[in-house]
């Protein structure tokens, strides 16, 4: 299994037929960061991210339309901003769907158009409305599985 390391992580790929899982092996580090944008599989209707507690046996996650959302980004923060508000105590690591892969302006956003042949932002127009649905997931299960469905 290929293996790199980064932002005090160990990323590992993960294949296994047509599915190609990146899973995520958070260490010990005192203090990390960093941020990575991903763009959901093309080929899949619907995308999905689970996280997974082998302590609590827990998996949660949400699934969408890979089409409203095509793009995820994660981020964790381990004790590296000393400035306030967080003083080098904040604890955390997320994972946000979204029309765009990076968190910056719009001015930043529409600059850059497209990543990998895909839009970086969604306009709509005055007085327009778009409507899109997700699904949040929590099941209790002895391992991570390897998809999620939405609800019916």
Not at 12 to 39: K, M, P, Q
Not at 109 to 119: I, S
Request: overall charge positive; glycine content about 6%; hydrophobic content about 40%.
């Amino acid at each position: 299994m290929p293996e790199t390391r980064y932002c005090g992580r160990r990323a590992a790929v993960i294949e296994n037929n047509d599915l190609r899982v990146t899973v995520l092996i958070f260490n010990n580090a005192s203090v990390s960061s960093g941020y990575t944008a991903h763009l959901m599989d093309p080929g899949r209707e619907y995308a999905f991210f689970v996280a997974f507690s082998p302590v609590f046996k827990l998996a949660f996650g949400y699934v969408w339309k890979r089409a409203d959302f095509p793009w995820m980004g994660m981020w964790e923060e381990n004790h590296s901003r000393t400035n306030p508000p967080w003083n080098g105590k904040a604890l955390a690591c997320g994972m946000e769907f979204g029309v765009s892969p990076m968190p910056e302006s719009r001015r930043e956003m529409t600059a850059r158009g497209r990543l990998f042949g895909v839009p970086t932002c969604r306009w709509l127009l005055a007085k327009s409305q778009i409507a899109v649905e997700y699904h949040a997931v929590i099941r209790r299960t002895d391992s991570i599985f390897e998809s999620l469905t939405r609800p019916i």
